[in-house]
């Protein structure tokens, strides 16, 4: 499999038969220049969508219209977006699993929050949610936004990953400290890709913490448009 960075929290992930965009944030996004965003969502079958905060979600309708590929996700949001844009989605809830080709896909607690920026405010957007992708015979737990929970030990002992994306950035989410002790705590990875990071200077620059929390673990720092091979 390949996973590769699109910046701050967004993935492509090449998995089995399948391409999966995951929190796919192009527009304004600081980390991903223009110039890589048609190659970056090139033969994409589906869009994952964590949550509706604009920094993962904003992109996911218009993806969806010109690549033709459906958006997966919180059944609250896709149900909006069907019916507001017109675009095909998979819409689940924590606990279900779909399949997309042969790629499992479960929905998985997240702690944070999940709205949509309008002229009148933020709306609600379905909660916020975390995945499990199973495919190529290895389990990827790609975390969204969230705090530590105690879920994670359900997850950890259900669900088993070998590779974690978690995101470290700290304010929003999780620090580079509290995600290294989720990782010790609650999972046995045996790699893990630290992001929503280095975007802005709010957040963490690097992961020094990690790196040096994480004993036995292969911690590697993305980069944009770089595939990690596993």
């Not at 720092?221 to 990690?228: D, L, N, Q, R, T």
Request: glycine share 10%.
């Amino acid at each position: 499999m390949k996973i590769i960075w699109l910046g701050h929290s967004s993935f492509r992930i090449e998995i089995g038969n399948q391409v999966l965009l995951v929190d796919p944030w192009l527009t304004g996004n600081p980390m991903l220049p223009e110039f890589h965003h048609k190659k970056a969502i090139a033969g994409a079958t589906h869009i994952l969508v964590s949550h509706g905060h604009g920094d993962h979600a904003a992109d996911a309708v218009a993806i969806s219209k010109e690549l033709s590929i459906p958006v997966v996700g919180i059944y609250d949001l896709m149900s909006w977006w069907e019916g507001q844009h017109g675009i095909a989605v998979v819409g689940f809830n924590k606990g279900g699993t779909v399949a997309l080709g042969d790629v499992a896909v479960t929905m998985v607690t997240a702690v944070h929050s999940s709205s949509i920026a309008t002229d009148n405010g933020p709306v609600y957007a379905g909660h916020e949610a975390g995945f499990m992708i199973s495919g190529e015979g290895k389990t990827i737990y790609f975390s969204g936004d969230t705090d530590i929970c105690m879920d994670m030990q359900l997850m950890q002992e259900l669900h088993a990953p070998q590779i974690g994306i978690l995101c470290a950035g700290g304010h929003f989410t999780m620090d580079m400290k509290r995600a290294t002790y989720a990782a010790n705590k609650f999972f046995t990875f045996e790699t893990v890709i630290p992001c929503h990071y280095r975007t802005f200077p709010l957040l963490e620059q690097n992961a020094d913490v990690m790196k040096a929390g994480l004993t036995g673990v292969n911690v590697i720092e993305p980069e944009v448009m770089v595939a990690i091979t596993l």
